[in-house]
T-cell receptor
Framework: AQKVTQAQTEISVVEKEDVTLDCVYE???????LFWYKQPPSGELVFLIRRNSFDEQNEISGRYSWNFQKSTSSFNFTITASQVVDSAVYFC??????????????FGRGTSLIVHP | SQTIHQWPATLVQPVGSPLSLECTVEGTSNPNLYWYRQAAGRGLQLLFYSVGIGQISSEVPQNLSASRPQDRQFILSSKKLLLSDSGFYLC????????????FGPGTRLTVT
């Protein structure tokens, strides 16, 4: 069974600080996919990134970066020089192999990030 | 480009009343469709998913049902709402036969009184 743990319930930072959101996962599959989603106060979940289990290369997109480490089963998300607009709930998710024509993700419980001006 | 619509945006219904939430996707064909519920505490619970017209898979037994009458339309229904049905309902789609990432709609906030 797949499991995603986001141990940080809430993080509060001041603007321009760097912040890392932790995600630890469990799976027995050798092929799987990891995701990060952002949920701003409006409620809609916004897809940020997907990582495949066979690609451990870290990724950077502007102020966002992701560190995927299979050895520790972690997929952490770092925001550099945080801004007030980064305030949101961030979800980490895991999908194992396709089942019945669809991938069924397991979501973590989310980390609420509050960036103060 | 693809867009996903949900309506209504908010809904207040009394206990025992029926429910119908609608989700439509534009700009893609044969998508996989999903209904999630997000209760207080933020966890996302997958309720139903569909890989094609008339094909519904239920993840959690409850008093809700789903239907997919058209390729890009997904409906969530209930004959009699319970207080515990209150929450934020999200519809999502993914590329049928494609990648695993899902794209979410704006959601419907349901309050059962």
């Amino acid at each position: 069974a797949q499991k995603v743990t986001q141990a940080q319930t809430e993080i509060s930072v001041v603007e321009k600080e760097d912040v890392t959101l932790d995600c630890v996962y469990e799976t027995r599959d050798t092929t799987y996919y990891l995701f990060w989603y952002k949920q701003p106060p409006s409620g809609e979940l916004v897809f940020l990134i997907r990582r495949n289990s066979f690609d451990e290369q870290n990724e950077i997109s502007g102020r966002y970066s992701w560190n995927f480490q299979k050895s520790t089963s972690s997929f952490n998300f770092t925001i550099t020089a945080s801004q007030v607009v980064d305030s949101a709930v961030y979800f980490c998710a895991l999908s194992e192999a396709e089942t019945g024509g669809s991938y069924i993700p397991t979501f973590g419980r989310g980390t609420s990030l509050i960036v103060h001006p | 480009s693809q867009t996903i619509h949900q309506w209504p945006a908010t809904l207040v219904q009394p206990v025992g009343s029926p429910l119908s939430l609608e989700c439509t996707v534009e700009g893609t064909s044969n998508p996989n469709l999903y209904w999630y519920r997000q209760a207080a505490g933020r966890g996302l619970q997958l309720l139903f998913y569909s890989v094609g017209i008339g094909q519904i898979s239920s993840e959690v037994p409850q008093n809700l049902s789903a239907s997919r009458p058209q390729d890009r339309q997904f409906i969530l229904s209930s004959k009699k709402l319970l207080l515990s049905d209150s929450g934020f309902y999200l519809c999502a789609w993914s590329v049928g036969g494609g990648g695993p990432e899902q794209y979410f709609g704006p959601g419907t906030r349901l309050t059962v009184t």
